[in-house]
């Protein structure tokens, strides 16, 4: 009896401790498998059954309509930002914008700008594209230059909308006119600025008593609006001249550009002669030349037929 008792009592203590060994990982896992406890297919796990049997699951919104007021927002600003980004094509508003030092501007602008026009022509660029029917799409570089090249007394323009308003607005920069050209060809005297552009043709019904020193062309350079007819330093050379002769006290009578390249005759107020000029040298010394001869001349009782040609450096000839 003791001996199989025995036995018994080794062989159950056998089978409940197992030596550890470099593979019991596994084995061990396998044994615990073996001894965890079934669970029978109908009481099975809850989050099995609820995905297989479709129920919804726990972590769901429980309050989907409070996104609503949000929603309304965002689709009544998108609506507001499609509506506003339209552009009335029909009727832009023209704002003109005077250019720096424009004193006699003021005096001659009713003559030379044109707002309707502006605002016609602003119109039909608008209408030329389905894409300028949106702020966002608009080309405005191309109707900027568009503007520029039709008329000729424009220098900037620029194209802008407001973020509410559909009417767009365009803000142009005229030149500035410095002198008044008179054409031989055809009597007809245009606005130049002082880069020597032509800017338009002075209307005959405009008054003759204009601020603007009116310059003679005797070239028979053709005028038209656009072309550039004078160079800069011709242009600089007869304000000059004009300053040194109003500092002297005389009133000029008529400026001309003969046919003779680089070359100005001035004539004074109660001369027969004109003052020759040449418009590479300096002005302050010719100037200074004919005045002091025109000087002495008149107290000598000497009055030229012609002229009195101050071009050369240092000396005066007359005629």
Known sequence: MKLFT?????QR????IRPKSPGSSKASNTYSTHNQPRRSPISGD??????????????GPKYPWRWLPLTVIGVVIIGLLLYTSFVDVSNP????????QAETFTVVKDDILRENAYMEATAAALRESILSRSKFTVNKSRIESALIAEFPEIQLASLQFHLIDKTPI????????VLLVESTQDNTRYYVD???VVMAQKSTNTSEDSPLRTVVDESGLELIPGSRVLPVDTIRFIDQ????????????????????????????VGDEFV?????????RIQAGTFIAVREQLNQDNIQPREYIDARIQGRAYYR
């Open 6 to 10: 025995t036995k018994k009592t080794n």
């Open 13 to 16: 203590n056998r089978s409940r």
């Open 46 to 59: 809850t989050r099995t059954r609820n995905s297989v049997g479709g129920g919804a699951p726990a972590s």
């Open 93 to 100: 508003k023209v704002r003109i914008i005077a250019p720096n």
């Open 170 to 177: 365009i803000r142009l920069v005229p030149r500035n006119p």
């Open 194 to 196: 002082a880069n020597g």
């Open 241 to 268: 001249v004009e300053e040194q002769f109003n500092a002297a006290d005389l009133r000029i009578q008529s400026m001309s550009l003969p046919a003779v390249a680089n070359e100005l005759h001035v004539r004074v």
């Open 275 to 283: 003052g020759k000029f040449d418009i590479t040298a300096d002005v």
